[in-house]
Nanobody, 124 residues
Framework: VQLQASGGGLVQAGASLRLSCVAS????????MGWFRQAPGKDREFVAR????????WYADSVKGRFTISRDNAKNMLYLQMNSLKPEDTAVYSCAADRKVQSAPMKSEGVDYWGKGTQVTVSS
């Protein structure tokens, strides 16, 4: 199993980034997918999750209206479009997969597979 996130970088406040995560080695379409982030000195936090089909999405309040999660099951790809970035969005972003029921919150301790993260740095 491998999850690899990419697309991070250094941007100014107000800019946009699109993160990608490519999955392999498991049945991608059978897993919920999500994004988490961890800032220096802070706990990892949930950012967004998406149902197996892609028809349902949930977001942390801090990113709602600015970030959009999506997936392409044909390509085993997960995305996170991040707009209107703020300095407080600075963190390492990781993609994650679990097999929990669609409506359950996505929590770090319940994740089955983690991807290697990508650094997002937003300057003021």
């Amino acid at each position: 199993v491998q999850l690899q996130a990419s697309g991070g970088g250094l941007v100014q406040a107000g800019a946009s980034l699109r993160l990608s995560c490519v999955a392999s080695g498991y049945s991608f379409r059978n897993y919920r997918m999500g994004w988490f982030r961890q800032a220096p000195g802070k706990d990892r936090e949930f950012v967004a999750r998406i149902t197996r089909s892609g028809g349902g999405t949930w977001y942390a309040d801090s990113v709602k209206g600015r970030f959009t999660i999506s997936r392409d099951n044909a390509k085993n790809m997960l995305y996170l479009q991040m707009n209107s970035l703020k300095p407080e969005d600075t963190a390492v972003y990781s993609c994650a997969a679990d097999r929990k029921v669609q409506s359950a919150p996505m929590k770090s301790e319940g994740v089955d597979y983690w991807g290697k993260g990508t650094q997002v740095t937003v300057s003021s």
